[in-house]
Nanobody, 122 residues
Framework: QVQLVESGGGLVQAGGSLRLSCAAS????????MGWFRQAPGKEREFVAA???????YYADSVKGRFSISRDNAKNTVSLEMNSLKPEDTAVYYC????????????????WGQGTQVTVSS
């Protein structure tokens, strides 16, 4: 079983940057697809970015060119570098993992972190 803990959220001004981190436990980490999702108040959970076990990366159109996902298998961590942040990026960000997940489908991920709040002020 995989346990995930997000960190790095906080308050930042529009145009600023923030880095989120997801620490994972479990010996099978390197074989898991990893994803970041977010949920804003009153809105549905949405896909943000994902990195496959083989290193392929995928991004939602809303964050392409601004966010970057990466993984460090030696440290069992996944990071989300967020640049040029906008107020509409404000949400709770969740880290997710699964051995056979479709990169952008939340329903295919079986392991989730507790979430970390990101607030972008205008």
């Amino acid at each position: 079983q995989v346990q995930l803990v997000e960190s790095g959220g906080g308050l930042v001004q529009a145009g600023g940057s923030l880095r989120l981190s997801c620490a994972a436990s479990g010996r099978s980490f390197r074989n898991y697809n990893m994803g970041w999702f977010r949920q804003a108040p009153g809105k549905e959970r949405e896909f943000v970015a994902a990195v496959s076990w083989s290193g392929g990366t995928y991004y939602a159109d809303s964050v392409k060119g601004r966010f970057s996902i990466s993984r460090d298998n030696a440290k069992n961590t996944v990071s989300l570098e967020m640049n040029s942040l906008k107020p509409e990026d404000t949400a709770v960000y969740y880290c997710a993992a699964d051995s056979r997940a479709r990169y952008d489908d939340a329903k295919t991920y079986h392991y989730w972190g507790q979430g970390t709040q990101v607030t972008v002020s205008s």
